[in-house]
């Protein structure tokens, strides 16, 4: 496997971060590993490239985001990126192995027509991956401050990918140990009519910083833990409840 670009971004080290990406090599290593070269992977909604260097065990990393401030960072990294959007992407078709879509379909109007277009760049037998927010019920501050449009339904998200072209391999919900915590919270705050304490990046310095609330050292470890456990779960079986779905998906070959 190629050796990955030598950064680790502040948000590696926040448990929620750590955890998704955890959950991601869970069931994706399963179908991509070991590498081979000549792979191709597309980041849709890339930013500042904050996961080429985890997305690159799996193959070369392209990205593609319509904020050209944080493009300008992924540039700088040295990483090949595009600036367009994720419903009119300007690649060929059937081009990458690999096409990963991380907390960004939930920020599309029409997320269909975006996913069509993964379908359409992404090569017959290849894969797509998404990670969107789950439940319409554990709408919040959070879902208002970053733009979202919805979260998802397990039937939801299923029946959109299917309609766009793809056979549903896997989906599993994350995060399934902090739920109870996580909507318990959530009630919590609107009963008191509390907002967690995190922004949504305001200025070109932090463009390509992805706000987190933040939490102690210690709990930041211990929930970093927690989400490495659950991890090793996730290469067994799929988790029942979470707070974020994942979905691994297959343009049908031929």
Known sequence: MPSTPPIVLEEDKHWWFATRTRALYSVLDPVLLPHREGRRVLDVGCGAGNMFHHLARYGEVEGIDNNPKPLAVARARGYQVVEGRGESMPFEDNRFDLVAALDVVE????????????????????????????????????????????????????????????????????????????????????????????????????????????????????????????????????????????????????
């Open 107 to 254: 920020h599309v109007p029409d997320d269909l027509t975006m996913l069509r277009e993964c379908c359409r760049v992404c090569k017959p037998g290849g894969y797509f991956v998404t990670t969107v927010p789950a439940f319409q019920w554990l709408w919040s501050h959070n879902d208002e401050i970053n733009q979202h449009q919805r979260r998802y339904s397990k039937r939801q998200l299923g029946q959109r990918l299917e309609q766009a072209g793809f056979a549903v391999r896997r989906m599993t919900f994350a995060y399934f140990s902090v739920f109870p915590m996580a909507a318990a919270l959530l009630v919590l705050r609107r009963m008191l009519n509390r907002k967690p304490a995190l922004a949504a990046p305001t200025t070109d310095e932090d463009a390509y910083q992805v706000e987190m609330e933040p939490v102690s050292p210690g709990l930041n470890a211990l929930l970093s833990g927690i989400g490495g456990i659950e991890a090793w779960f996730l290469r067994q079986v799929n988790l029942p409840v979470g707070t974020t779905l994942i979905a691994l998906a297959q343009k049908p070959a031929g």
